[in-house]
């Protein structure tokens, strides 16, 4: 069993030391531990190409075109059973190099569109790499100066969606400038590390029960609000309904003994975007789009219009 702490913080900062105090207490449970501390690597912005996803569908595998230090990230985290990130806050929410890790996993290494390109590799088409399709688990922590930190939970469990790993922990640490003197800080970052060794051993035993959603039963963080994902973040719309900004489930917002629930009918779980059943759809729905729009894209009116925004104005850059 291996477990990997990753730190996007400052190098030999309070990130750094909380992912380190948790790889201390996933080696108690007798994890093999490995550190990265993302801000030292080269990793470039996606931009938007969709040469991975069409390589998914053509049978050529998942390469991303740029050239980086992405894929060694990549394979780290999948040579691991278990991960342990530790994200600064910056405005509410996870760094834009964490941002940058969530778009580059983006369609490549979502498990949906990996089990399609399995099916197709069966078909004579290039093997996806087996670890790319294993159930994992993960745990985060969101280190913020202040207590703005009301987005974060929400990017980390976006980024769990993804690749359908299953969450552990999922917690926030306001007010952490002096974090590596907060005992009761380090005490639950420790926790982090033995409660996600533990998942990740009863995931090898074969004894874990992996639910539908992005949440374990040894989930450990406050149950949130919506029943599925646990999510405390919503979109409210003016006709009553809301929308879960996790899962995307909709339903509506109830009070009940002063306690907020979201409710939604439970014939819709299967849209749910954590799902398998709702990756599917969603790989569907833009399958149908990229054929629907594909005359337009290649239409004269398209090719006239490209032109003229091309020509209105150039890009400024720097130098010029």
């Known amino acids: 069993m291996k477990i990997l702490g990753i730190s996007y913080g400052t190098l030999n900062g309070g990130n750094d ?3 380190k105090e948790a790889l201390m207490g996933a080696q108690e449970e007798g994890a093999e531990i490995e550190f990265i501390n993302a801000t030292t690597l080269d990793i470039l912005h996606c931009t938007g190409c969709k040469a991975c996803v069409m390589g998914l569908f053509g049978g050529k595998g998942n390469a991303c075109v740029l050239k980086d230090d992405m894929q060694w990230l990549i394979d780290k985290m999948y040579d691991a059973d278990g991960l342990v990130f530790s994200v600064p806050i910056f405005e509410k929410c996870a760094t834009g190099l964490f941002h940058t890790t969530m778009d580059r996993f983006g369609p490549r ?3 949906g569109n990996l089990m399609i390109a ?3 590799a069966e078909q004579g088409g290039k093997p996806i790499d087996p670890r790319y399709l294993k159930d994992m688990v993960v745990s985060y922590m969101g280190v913020g100066g202040s207590d703005w930190s009301t987005r974060i939970e929400a990017d980390f469990n976006t980024q ?3 690749p359908k790993w299953t969450v552990i922990h999922n917690e926030i640490y306001p007010w952490s400038l002096g974090i590596m003197v907060n005992d009761e800080y380090l005490a639950r970052a420790h926790q982090t590390g033995v409660d996600t060794a533990k998942a990740a051993k009863k995931l090898l035993d074969g004894t874990a029960n992996i639910p539908v959603g992005i949440m374990g039963e040894d989930y450990k963080s406050a149950p949130g609000v919506c029943p599925h994902c646990h999510s ?4 409210l719309q003016e006709d009553g309904k809301a929308v879960c900004c996790v899962c995307g489930l909709e339903g509506k917002i109830e009070v009940e003994d002063g306690k907020y629930r979201f409710v939604y009918p439970e014939e819709s779980l299967p849209h749910a975007h954590d799902t398998i059943t709702g990756k599917f759809i969603h790989g569907d729905d833009i399958q ?5 729009s594909r005359s337009k894209l290649a239409s004269p009116q398209m090719k006239e219009r490209k032109k003229k925004y091309m020509e209105f104005i150039k890009t400024s850059k720097p130098g010029e």
């Open 288 to 292: 149908n789009n990229e054929k629907s």
């Open 160 to 162: 769990a969606m993804t």
């Open 118 to 120: 399995q099916k197709i």
């Open 109 to 111: 290494m979502d498990r």
């Open 17 to 19: 030391a909380m992912v």
């Open 232 to 235: 405390r973040n919503f979109f």
